[in-house]
């Protein structure tokens, strides 16, 4: 392997996360509990550095480095930015919430740095190998992050259910790709391309890897049938946590598919594609209807997460360009979406209270106007009621899959997204027309206030003008 300076340049989002994890671990070591915004402002000043390298070693070009095993495209560049971007909302979100359980310490964020570098190795992945290594790398760094709170009984069983199923969830996608590199002989997307193309492969043996792969997407995503752990570890974990948790890796979880099944197995696509059906309509189902059951918003939240995983399967099993970019759309929508709904539930928590009900944001708006206007635009959009950038997100998704002659399909995930728009908009009613449970006045850090506002405002702002983010996503397929 031939490594030089140059070589390494297109590595500098992850050499920066990886340097400034390391350095931050140490520094930390010798801060006391008054010092520790010095961990938290360093935490948010690598993410803007990181970002800013993606952006700096960008390009319209694509580069394969490491033995095939790292690529750096626009689709690499512009998906470790909205990783970074929403990761830094996380931190943001967070501190207040840390400061008053005490905490707040320095592997919060550490774990974080980690957990996002992670994910920038699974968005450049050129191989099954580095692939797996990332997705590694968040999984353990969200398996410690999920038992935070060691005082919590709750949170240690989500992070037991998490890391089993974790962990066979990995031994299955270990296995799909022992299979994948039998038939193939190769384990760099490309070379598995070009073998699969140009070799008569026993398709038998290739299915069966599929199979087991698709499974490992599907873990990652929460799909139906394999989200068993997505309500127990989203209720469990501390509300910061699941933010994070919510948020990005549905970001990393996008690249992994576009890397695995278009990169790597785009010749079985009419094979991959009908198992994305059948895991789109499940999860579309299941989700929005359990998610109206539900009385803690954060299993409601993670039943909706559910559905919407739904949507952008449908854009993925396309197979088009139009598709793949809406379900990129959609994914770092999403991923915005969800860090807002948990940001306000982290500000609406203070200590000794947890707002993890539906009815603690009873009143909300006669507490705080502009909570509740950020989450009602924050509702709406996952709800996809116009003008949000919500609504754009399915359609563009809807049609996608209109476009590959699957009507049926795009007519059973509007039916499933009007039952789904039942719980959220049950979450506006409680916070407009009932009576307010507690009085007593919202306070949040100015900083974390400001990021809501910001959060909240580019559902509206991408409602109006959508291809601000449809352009970059388009030109990131292509």
């Known amino acids: 392997m031939d490594m030089d300076l140059h070589s390494l340049i297109p590595l500098l989002p992850e050499l920066v996360l990886l340097l400034a994890g390391c350095a931050i671990l140490v520094l930390d070591l010798f801060l006391t509990d008054r010092q520790r915004d010095l961990t938290y402002v360093f935490s948010l000043v690598a993410l803007a550095a990181a970002a800013a390298a993606a952006i700096g070693v960008g390009g319209s070009s694509r580069e394969i480095l490491m033995s095939g095993n790292f690529v750096r495209d626009p689709l690499a560049d512009a998906l470790k930015v909205a990783i970074f971007v929403v990761t830094a909302l996380a931190f943001v979100y967070s501190r207040g919430y840390l400061q008053a359980r005490r905490l707040y310490r320095g592997e919060f964020y550490v774990l974080g740095l980690f957990a996002a570098l992670g994910m920038s190795v699974m968005v450049s992945a050129g191989s099954f190998l580095s692939a797996y290594l990332g997705l590694e790398l968040l999984a353990l760094s969200l398996y410690a992050l999920v038992a935070f709170d060691r005082d919590s009984g709750a949170g240690s069983e989500a992070a037991i259910k998490y890391f089993v199923l974790g962990a066979l969830a990995s031994g299955l996608l270990l296995y799909g790709i022992s299979m994948v590199y039998g038939a193939s002989g190769a384990l760099d997307f490309a070379t598995v391309s070009e073998t699969l193309r140009a070799t008569d ?23 139906v049938p394999f989200h068993m752990w997505v309500p127990d570890v989203y209720q469990g974990a501390p509300t910061p946590v699941t933010l994070l948790l919510g948020s990005a890796p549905k970001i990393a979880a996008f690249a992994l598919a576009m890397r695995l099944l278009g990169d790597g197995l785009g010749v079985l696509h009419g094979d991959w594609q009908q198992m994305l059906v059948l895991l789109a309509v499940a999860s579309l189902a299941l989700g929005n209807v359990v998610a109206i059951a539900q009385t803690n918003i954060k299993r409601m939240l993670a039943y909706s997460t559910i559905s919407h995983v739904g949507f952008i399967f449908l854009g993925l099993l396309a197979g088009t360009a139009d598709g793949e970019a809406a379900a990129m759309f959609y994914s770092i929508l999403y991923a915005l979406m969800a860090a807002g709904a948990f940001g306000v539930l982290v500000l609406l928590s203070r200590e000794g209270l947890e707002a993890e009900q539906i009815e603690d944001l009873r009143g909300l708006n006669q507490r705080s106007p502009w909570y509740a206007g950020m989450m009602l635009l924050l509702m709406f959009s996952m709800a996809g009621v116009p003008p949000t950038a919500g609504f754009f997100a399915k359609l563009f998704v809807l049609d996608a899959v209109i476009g ?3 009507v049926w399909l795009a007519i059973v995930a509007v039916s499933f997204s009007i039952v789904g728009a039942f719980y959220y908009l049950r979450v506006v009613k409680v916070m407009y027309f009932d009576a307010p449970v507690d009085e007593s006045p919202l306070t949040a850090p100015t900083d974390a206030v400001w990021v809501l506002s910001l959060n909240g405002l580019t559902m509206l702002v991408l409602g109006f003008f959508p291809a601000a983010l449809l352009s970059i996503c388009t030109a990131a397929v292509a």
Not at 209 to 218: D, E
């Open 201 to 223: 492969t026993d398709r038998t043996v290739l299915v069966f890897g599929l199979v087991f792969v698709v499974i490992g997407i599907a873990f990652k995503f929460g799909a």
């Open 404 to 406: 590959i002659d699957m």
